[in-house]
Nanobody, 123 residues
Framework: QVQLVESGGGWVQSGGSLRLSCADS????????ANWFRQAPGKERELVAT???????SYADFVKGRFTISRDAHKVTVYLQMNNLKPEDTAVYYC?????????????????WGQGTQVTVAT
C-alpha cells in the first residue's frame, strides 16, 4: 500500500519553529515531486510549498522567506521547515506527493495525500 505518514506538528509560540516530515512508508518506492498544503478552520485548502522532481522549489507569498521545503537524498521523506511562525499559520498541514513505484517491468505513479498534522501558533 502506498501511503504518506506525516509527523512534526504541534503547538508553538509566535516566532517559533517547527519541522514537518512526510515519509513514504512503502519499501521500493520514492517521492518524485511533492507539495505541502494547509487548511485553517472555515477556509479552503491552500498550497504552501512545492518541490519538483528535479528539486526546484516554490512558495506561496505568505510563507516566502520563512518556510523551506526539502527532500532527503533517498527521496523517501519530504520536510517543511517553518520558521518565524505566526498565529495565521495555524492550520492542518497536508503533504501531497507523486510516488513512483518502479520495477524492471513497469513504472507506476500514485498521487497520495498524508493524513494531516495540526500546527497551532499561539500569540
Amino acid at each position: 500500500q502506498v501511503q504518506l505518514v506525516e509527523s512534526g506538528g504541534g503547538w508553538v509560540q509566535s516566532g517559533g519553529s517547527l519541522r514537518l516530515s512526510c515519509a513514504d512508508s512503502r519499501r521500493g518506492s520514492s517521492i518524485d515531486a511533492a507539495n505541502w498544503f494547509r487548511q485553517a478552520p472555515g477556509k479552503e485548502r491552500e498550497l504552501v510549498a512545492t518541490i519538483s522532481s528535479g528539486g526546484t522549489t516554490s512558495y506561496a507569498d505568505f510563507v516566502k522567506g520563512r518556510f523551506t521545503i526539502s527532500r532527503d537524498a533517498h527521496k523517501v521523506t519530504v520536510y517543511l521547515q517553518m520558521n518565524n511562525l505566526k498565529p495565521e499559520d495555524t492550520a492542518v498541514y497536508y503533504c501531497n506527493a507523486r510516488i513512483v513505484v518502479a520495477t524492471i517491468e513497469r513504472r507506476n505513479e500514485y498521487d497520495v495525500w498524508g493524513q494531516g498534522t495540526q500546527v497551532t501558533v499561539a500569540t
